[in-house]
């Protein structure tokens, strides 16, 4: 099958270079704002053809993959929308999925049945340029989220091609997954923000940030991601963070309270519950 990748970045560099390793893409076309990605990814092999629009990119794919900042898929949508190929599967890597969806409806019309909203839950946190890998997707989780009436062989590809990158994909609603991204990650990445945002703040930042050991370099790294990418994952979604938002306010003052009373024996049951929490979910998930 042929792959046009929209978007040449890790995310769909890494697709792109595991889907070829699998034997099930056998070449692949990128097209890339800003142009020289997508001259980088040519002269390292990650593609092998240069298209100059997206509708040029995708005119003879078996397979399109989305790869853009969540912004930008609309319009890009919109843009390829006259040059499918009947039956070809589009995809996306999006990190959140209700207003993708919307828009495939939109701007595909009839082929929206063969676009399948995706989401990688994988990357890496450092702002900037990163090279793709091959291994990127291996053991990572790719939640897919089609609708009723999403076509079954479309779907069933889309499990097969992402499998085959050595991920694990699961199924949900799109309502489901921003309700638990915003939960997991989205709001997590906003804190972090927060945190680093507030330290800043402080005349003597540059000698707090000097003393910064595990625990600052644990909890502050997912601060260190695109700020561009950020910005619009958490307007898009919102409605899905600011509630869960609220929630961390209340538990914050909640927890103000307790020390500001020293009340150590109300408190440290509140820090238990927290950290047997994160105990057990790192046992489960193999994680640290």
């Excluded at 702002?127 to 989780?141: D, F, I, S």
Aim: charged residues 15%; glycine residues 6%; contains cysteine.
């Amino acid at each position: 099958m042929h792959l046009a990748l929209l978007g040449c970045g890790l995310m769909g560099g890494s697709f792109a270079l595991a889907a070829q390793a699998s034997g099930m893409i056998s070449s692949v076309t990128g097209y890339s704002v800003p142009q020289h990605s997508a001259e980088h990814f040519l002269k390292q092999g990650i593609i092998q053809h240069l298209a100059f629009d997206a509708a040029e990119a995708v005119q003879s794919a078996d397979v399109v993959l989305i790869a853009t900042p969540v912004a930008a898929i609309p319009a890009v949508l919109q843009q390829i929308a006259s040059a499918l190929l009947p039956h070809c599967l589009v995809m996306d890597v999006g990190s959140t999925k209700r207003s993708v969806h919307q828009a495939a409806k939109k701007a595909l019309g009839a082929h929206a049945r063969f676009f399948v909203p995706t989401h990688p839950i994988a990357g890496k946190e450092q702002a900037g340029h990163a090279e793709p890998q091959t291994t990127l997707y291996q053991n990572k989780t790719v939640v897919l989220c089609p609708d009723a009436e999403t076509d079954s062989q479309a779907l069933a590809l889309a499990h097969q091609l992402w499998q085959h990158c050595g991920a694990q994909t699961k199924e949900l609603d799109v309502a489901a997954h921003d309700r638990g991204l915003a939960a997991v990650s989205h709001l997590p990445h906003l804190l972090a923000f927060a945190y680093m945002d507030a330290l800043l703040n402080q005349p003597d930042h540059t000698e707090l940030l000097d003393l910064g050991g595990p625990g600052f370099r644990d909890f502050s790294r997912i601060a260190g991601c695109e700020a561009s990418i950020w910005r619009d994952i958490l307007i898009d979604n919102q409605d899905e963070v600011l509630p869960l938002l609220n929630a961390v306010r209340q538990s914050l003052d909640h927890l103000e309270l307790l020390i500001t009373q020293s009340q150590p024996d109300v408190l440290e049951p509140v820090l238990q519950r927290a950290s047997q929490a994160r105990i057990h979910w790192k046992k489960e998930n193999n994680n640290v």
